[in-house]
């Protein structure tokens, strides 16, 4: 993978677009010059780093669905998708390449809706064998998503003392065990 891609994306986790291209160069031990014969401008390489980690999360998607494991597994799996190489992103990293580069925010955007269409799929496919209860799955789906953008504009995470993830992470158990089929 990429150094430049992944050590820009930890920085964006840190700092969020509040990050410099010095910064950069010094953490790889390279000159700015270096990063700029690769890159027209930090806005650039932002985007790069976001696609990037898009197109890994895909890729990671599409092993998740391919795999041969009970729904609720793959369900759970593909809901906390894990991105080999990046931590999970944190709300300073969301809300600021969201709120500053609109073509991030579109990127993010149209790879958010992938993932509901995916996710509807998936939940129809669990009601079909009965593994959870009839539910309006384009309507769980859209809270799902939801999780994240009152995570990220309300900034509730911080008010419970939880990251970004864990408090993703929690609505969705929250959200899962509400629908599994008890026996």
């Known amino acids: 993978m990429d150094e430049i891609i992944l050590t820009t994306y930890r920085e964006l986790n840190l700092k969020g677009i509040k990050f410099t291209m010095d910064d950069i160069a010094a953490h790889l031990g390279m000159s700015k010059k270096t990063i700029y014969n690769r890159f027209t401008s930090k806005n650039d390489l932002i985007l790069t780093v976001i696609n990037a980690w898009i197109a890994y999360a895909e890729e990671e998607e599409n092993k998740i669905l391919a795999e041969d494991i009970p729904l609720p597994q793959k369900i759970a799996k593909f809901l906390f998708l894990d991105v080999p190489g990046f931590e999970y992103p944190t ?20 790879f958010s809706k992938r993932r509901d269409k995916l996710l ?5 496919e669990s009601i079909k064998e009965k593994i959870i209860r009839p539910i309006s799955t384009k309507y769980t789906a859209d809270l799902l998503y939801n999780l994240y953008i009152v995570a990220i504009e309300t900034e509730l995470p911080a008010r419970h003392n939880m990251t970004l993830e864990e408090s993703i992470r929690a609505g969705i158990e929250l959200i899962m065990n509400g629908i599994l089929i008890k026996d």
């Open 91 to 110: 709300l300073l990293f969301i809300r600021d390449t969201t709120l500053h580069l609109p073509e991030a925010e579109k990127s993010l955007h149209n």
């Open 120 to 124: 509807v799929n998936l939940l129809e």
